[in-house]
């Protein structure tokens, strides 16, 4: 059983950068692809940003793409999103989360999910 942990949250003001943390415990040969996704208030939670363990091929929604970078260190079980000009648009609850497949932004596909870390944008 894979278990994530979310950190590095935290209240921004707009232009400034934040780097998310999730710590995979129980990670096997499955753990295809780690992710993050938010769900702002009131919103659908939406992909974010995905990255594969082998190679560590990598894609972006078009709303962060150029901004946001995802990364992986497989010595410490860790991904990372780190964040560039945050947006008020950027708040939200974000979450990591694995799948077994490869590179894919479908939600239904990531079995395992964190508890989230919440990211506020403001001035």
């Known amino acids: 059983q894979v278990q994530l942990v979310e950190s590095g949250g935290g209240t921004v003001q707009p232009g400034a950068s934040l780097r998310l943390s999730c710590v995979h415990s129980?990670?096997?040969?499955?753990?295809?692809?780690s992710a993050w996704f938010r769900q702002a208030p009131g919103k659908e939670r939406e992909f974010v940003a995905a990255?594969?363990?082998?190679?560590?091929?990598?894609d972006y929604a078009r709303s962060v793409k150029g901004r946001f970078v995802i990364s992986r260190d497989n010595a410490k079980d860790t991904v990372y999103l780190h964040m560039d000009s945050l947006k008020p648009e950027d708040t939200a609850v974000y979450y990591c989360?694995?799948?077994?497949?490869?590179?894919?932004?479908?939600?239904?596909?990531?079995?395992?999910w964190g508890p989230g870390t919440q990211v506020t944008v403001s001035s």
């Open positions: 990255v594969t363990w082998t190679t560590g091929a990598h």
């Open positions: 129980g990670r096997t040969f499955e753990t295809v692809t």
């Open positions: 989360a694995t799948s077994s497949s490869w590179l894919t932004d479908e939600q239904s596909l990531y079995k395992h």
